[in-house]
């Protein structure tokens, strides 16, 4: 079989054709979208601010994180992302800590955890247990299993210890963050 220029050219350019018609679809559809996305990540990420700072009516950005504050703008607390690597890769968390020192709620904003198991981590039984005093914790939350927590400690989802530690590292990072910034100031 003899192969000629147009029998291989003709092919060839209509498949690049086809990739430019293609590619400029998806450039357009991305044009036509990409507002839209990046407001609904932003009111996702309010919405969970005030989740993990409860009380506050607005946020401030500050070097890396936020403070909230009150209707009379009084700061409330502040909030921090930080992340941790899990068993199924990195896990994203959003911790809330009162100007008093207390961790005032943990949300986790991406995983990609085992569903049934890691993915335990986004229930608020979980999540409830990392409301402790934060302002004095040396070293900060610990991981245990089999037995109850105490002060400091963070009892481990079943099945999901690596899970269980990625978020309290995370949750570890953000009270180190809370501590460098306001602990010596008394909070505020």
Do not use: W
Request: glycine content about 12%; aromatic content about 6%.
């Amino acid at each position: 079989m003899k192969l000629d220029a147009k029998s291989v050219l003709a092919p060839a350019a209509i498949l690049f054709a086809i990739c430019v018609v293609v590619a400029a679809a998806l450039a357009g559809t991305n044009a036509l979208t990409e507002d839209r996305i990046a407001q609904a990540q932003a009111q996702k990420a309010e919405e969970s601010r005030m989740v993990v700072l409860p009380g506050a009516e607005s946020f401030e950005e500050r070097d890396g994180h936020y403070a909230g504050m009150d209707g009379a703008g009084q700061t409330l607390g502040y909030v921090f992302e930080t992340e941790s690597k899990g068993y199924g890769g990195t896990v994203k968390v959003m911790t809330g800590i009162s100007a008093q020192g207390e961790i005032t709620g943990v949300v986790i904003l991406s995983h990609g955890e085992t569903p049934g198991l890691g993915a335990n981590a986004e229930k608020e039984s979980f999540r409830e247990q990392f409301k402790q005093p934060a302002a004095n914790l040396a070293g900060g939350l610990s991981v245990i299993k089999f037995q109850a927590p105490q002060k400091g400690e963070i009892q481990a989802m079943t099945g999901a210890t690596i899970t269980s530690t990625a978020v309290t590292n995370a949750v570890n990072s953000a009270i180190e963050m809370y501590q460098n910034a306001y602990a010596s100031e008394g909070g505020n």
